[in-house]
């Protein structure tokens, strides 16, 4: 079952669910894994962090509270970004501390015009199947960043990235920005067609304290969160923060677990401030199965993986080989369905994450102020799937297939702020390198397992599919101009950024699925433009323009050597130009947005096969022609009585393919919706604050999304809804502050398909047997004590 970013090709080696492993110790003997990062790479690395004097990438310190300031908050989810030349919204922690501790940030900003974001997990946090689309473009074609530090696309593979729930605990998250088109011009991404997502971690408290907070909930949830501050002592200040979490699965065999450490450290004086952020993320993951539209009808929404039963397993080993028949259950398929396809014994995966990033901000006098940052971040990961199709002997017709992941990479930002006149001027560049290694492995089964663990670090594979060693170099360079006239009420921003991004592969072992070589995605000139104009106090009009370019990442090496080196000649990297006219007003009890945007998405790149049906001839990457995306988005906040909030938020968005391709005959494409997207979404999210009483209430209409290119198969509409409580305490006993909360999610317990595409899109699919959906999770109830001492 092949793993890959939703509406993509897999990036690279096919990603599989690969990555669950037997209970079995490791064979004595057993060499330990390369991808296992040594004591001296990190020290060297940290050492040479320090000696920047900057970090964390281009998040300059003061950014988090300076781009908060630009909003008028109304306690939380803020729609308006005063003087803004472009859509941008933010959420803040207020918003993350409504939602059951240990929930992902992402999860929250659904609530956010045009934002779709799916998980099978109440928590948004369980990484195969987290996913987030924003007017008409999947995860893979947006930007990412925390404090600056580029995430990459976060897609499941490691590749130049991770996802922020490894890399931050959301306790820690100050403010969540989102901002369409390709965000501003210093985003440390190369892959931000549709939008910038930043995420700022919190500052120290200025007093020393500590906070613990604890969950219990729905199938065995348990999560610990402490964090101790030092408060201010002179201009310095730090805290550390530990988190652990686990849950069951909420159907099959398995849990979720985690532990995470972070570490924030301040320093600040006139003259500047210096902060180092560190994080250590440790997750163990079982899968929950990929469903398809006919296997759901037929199965249950239940329907899961088969561990532990592995007679069962065995069996369907077995019926695939033609030696004996399929269980009873699978009768109910529908004739001709891939009964091969439907079930698996077990899938998982495991991450090891570092990550480290230092940033400085230095007044250099008059108007002028540098910063500078950087980072680096290490990952080791397996994912695992027991396959029946590769045995491990004649008596076990099973083995382990794992995708092992190795990652190193660091970089450094910089800009030069200053103001001449009435034109605020920055300039800067990021710059980062990224080693990548990437392989498939197959290892003996003995027998049945319940455990997960790393195989390669235990065992030796009997056979290798392949060993991709991957190298991706970033620079950029940007300077941009905001003008102020007519007494501030018209601002005027414009600018452009020059991107180059270097990819190289080499195949050390020989395998005809992937190539090497080397492609190089660069624009020299990739042009922002922007205005606002404020009508009054209360109102404003804005409009942006933006180009941007997508690096093409590992996908160009997923295929054979013949196709890439055919391929290669007329490769063009992806292109956006996004057009945004919108109009922004506040008063004492309202804020509101009205969001108008187009944008053309061409050279969009998918991998087919170039030709006739009854002719012969390789995949190769092709370019399919262009996207066109036209929308609107509409968002109020109300706040009619002291204590009452009421958000609504309405999205539409038409995001259509305009070119047919070939792939082994006309793929009829143009014309048709794109996959994964709604067109239609709504939010409303109620709450009430009286004393120390907090409850709310909201819901979310997701519209239908196509599931096939030819958009012959689709996923309906629905509606979810989620509730929450807390009761505030205050000091008690020797507390500082004691609270209590309640939280549901899938109130009504609805039962519906979350997460589309995990296994990729095909072309046709009228009978609804592609298996690459995810069941969301039923009601899930979480009961949380928060305390600080």
């Known amino acids: 079952m092949l793993r890959g970013p939703a509406g993509t090709v897999p990036a690279g080696p096919p990603l599989s669910r690969s990555s669950r492993r037997p209970r079995r110790p490791p064979r004595k003997g057993a060499r330990m894994s390369p991808r296992t990062p040594t004591v001296r790479r990190t020290a060297l690395a940290l050492a040479t962090l320090a000696a920047l004097h900057g970090g964390a990438a281009l998040a300059r310190p003061d950014d988090a509270a300076a781009d908060a300031g630009k909003a008028k908050t109304m306690e939380a989810v803020s729609v308006v970004a005063s003087g803004a030349t472009r859509q941008v919204q933010k959420v803040a922690a207020e918003d993350i501390r409504a939602q059951a501790p240990g929930t992902s940030a992402l999860k929250v900003i659904d609530e956010l015009?045009?934002?779709?974001?799916?998980?099978?997990?109440?928590?948004?946090?369980?990484?195969?199947?987290?996913?987030?689309?924003?007017?008409?473009?999947?995860?893979?074609?947006?930007?990412?960043?925390?404090?600056?530090?580029?995430?990459?696309?976060?897609?499941?593979?490691?590749?130049?990235?991770?996802?922020?729930?490894?890399?931050?605990?959301?306790?820690?998250?100050?403010?969540?920005?989102?901002?369409?088109?390709?965000?501003?011009?210093?985003?440390?991404?190369?892959?931000?067609?549709?939008?910038?997502?930043q995420f700022f971690s919190a500052d120290p408290d200025k007093q020393a304290g500590a906070r613990i907070s604890q969950v219990i909930g729905s199938d065995a949830t348990r999560r610990t969160y402490v964090r101790l501050d030092t408060g201010a002592l002179g201009g310095w200040s730090a805290y550390v923060s530990y988190a652990h979490g686990e849950t069951d699965k909420w159907k099959g065999y398995g849990n979720q677990r985690y532990d995470q450490l972070n570490l924030k450290s301040v320093f600040q004086w006139d003259g500047g401030r210096v902060s180092l952020f560190a994080d250590g993320s440790r997750r163990k993951e079982y899968d929950y199965m990929d469903l398809s539209l006919a296997g759901r009808k037929a199965l249950g929404w239940d329907f899961d993986y088969l561990q532990p039963d592995w007679d069962e397993a065995v069996q369907i080993a077995n019926a695939i080989d033609g030696k004996g028949d399929y269980p009873a259950r699978f009768a109910a398929l529908p004739p001709g369905y891939p009964v091969s396809d439907v079930a698996y014994y077990a899938g998982g995966g495991l991450r090891r994450d570092g990550l480290a990033g230092l940033s400085g901000s230095f007044d250099l006098g008059g108007s002028a102020t540098l910063n500078l940052g950087g980072y680096y971040h290490g990952d080791r990961g397996e994912?695992?799937?027991?396959?029946?199709?590769?045995?491990?002997?004649?008596?076990?017709p099973l083995s382990m297939r794992t995708t092992d992941y190795g990652l190193d990479r660091h970089g450094a930002t910089g800009s030069l702020?200053?103001?001449?006149?009435?034109?605020?001027?920055?300039?800067?560049?990021?710059?980062?390198?990224?080693?990548?290694?990437?392989?498939?492995?197959?290892?003996?089964?003995?027998?049945?397992?319940?455990?997960?663990?790393?195989?390669?670090?235990?065992?030796?594979?009997?056979?290798?599919?392949?060993?991709?060693?991957?190298?991706?170099?970033?620079?950029?360079?940007?300077?941009?101009?905001?003008?102020?006239?007519?007494?501030?009420?018209?601002?005027?921003?414009?600018?452009?950024?020059?991107?180059?991004?270097?990819?190289?592969?080499?195949?050390?072992?020989?395998?005809?699925?992937?190539?090497?070589?080397?492609?190089?995605?660069?624009?020299?000139?990739?042009?922002?433009?922007?205005?606002?104009?404020?009508?009054?106090?209360?109102?404003?009009?804005?409009?942006?323009?933006?180009?941007?370019?997508?690096?093409?990442?590992?996908?160009?090496?997923?295929?054979?050597?013949?196709?890439?080196?055919?391929?290669?000649?007329?490769?063009?990297?992806?292109?956006?130009?996004?057009?945004?006219?919108?109009?922004?007003?506040?008063?004492?009890?309202?804020?509101?947005?009205?969001?108008?945007?187009?944008?053309?998405?061409?050279?969009?790149?998918l991998a087919v096969t170039p030709c006739a049906a009854v002719l012969t001839c390789s995949n190769i990457l092709s370019n399919v022609g262009s996207v066109k995306s036209a929308g609107v988005d509409l968002a109020l906040i109300w706040k009619p009585a002291d204590g009452l909030r009421w958000l609504n938020t309405l999205s539409y968005d038409s995001a259509k393919y305009q070119d047919d391709y070939l792939n082994g005959g006309v793929v009829a494409t143009k014309g048709k919706y794109v996959v994964g997207i709604p067109a239609w979404m709504f939010t409303s999210d109620l709450s009430y604050a009286a004393g120390a009483w907090r409850v709310g209430l909201d819901g979310k209409y997701t519209g239908r999304r196509y599931i096939t290119y030819l958009n012959d198969s689709k996923v309906p509409g629905y509606w979810l809804f989620d509730a929450g409580a807390s009761y505030d305490a205050g000091a008690w006993s020797a507390l500082k502050d004691l609270s209590l909360a309640l939280n549901v999610t899938n109130l009504l317990d609805k039962r519906y398909f979350a997460t589309t595409g995990t296994n990729g899109y095909v072309a046709s699919d009228p009978q609804g047997w592609n298996q690459t959906l995810m069941a969301g999770a039923p009601r899930q109830v979480f009961f949380s004590v928060n305390a600080r001492f």
């Open 113 to 197: 015009p045009g934002v779709n974001f799916q998980s099978a997990d109440p928590w948004g946090a369980y990484e195969w199947s987290t996913q987030i689309t924003l007017h008409g473009f999947d995860q893979s074609r947006l930007g990412f960043t925390l404090d600056g530090i580029p995430l990459g696309n976060m897609s499941y593979g490691t590749t130049t990235g991770l996802q922020v729930s490894r890399a931050i605990s959301s306790e820690n998250i100050a403010t969540v920005e989102l901002a369409q088109g390709a965000g501003a011009l210093g985003t440390a991404a190369n892959t931000n067609l549709g939008g910038t997502i």
């Open 383 to 396: 994912g695992q799937w027991t396959t029946p199709y590769q045995p491990s002997s004649a008596d076990v």
């Open 417 to 605: 702020q200053w103001t001449v006149g009435g034109n605020d001027i920055e300039a800067g560049f990021w710059s980062e390198d990224a080693t990548t290694n990437q392989e498939r492995n197959y290892f003996h089964l003995y027998g049945p397992y319940t455990g997960l663990w790393n195989f390669y670090d235990g065992q030796t594979p009997f056979l290798r599919g392949f060993l991709q060693h991957y190298t991706s170099r970033t620079t950029m360079a940007y300077a941009e101009d905001t003008l102020h006239l007519l007494d501030d009420r018209l601002t005027l921003n414009f600018g452009a950024k020059a991107l180059g991004v270097t990819n190289e592969a080499e195949a050390r072992v020989p395998t005809s699925a992937f190539a090497d070589g080397r492609v190089r995605a660069s624009k020299g000139f990739l042009p922002q433009l922007g205005a606002n104009y404020r009508l009054d106090e209360a109102q404003e009009l804005y409009a942006n323009y933006s180009k941007n370019l997508n690096a093409y990442g590992f996908l160009p090496f997923s295929q054979s050597q013949p196709a890439f080196d055919s391929s290669r000649r007329e490769l063009k990297p992806e292109e956006s130009q996004t057009f945004e006219l919108g109009y922004r007003a506040h008063g004492e009890a309202f804020e509101a947005s009205a969001d108008a945007y187009y944008t053309r998405f061409s050279n969009r790149l």
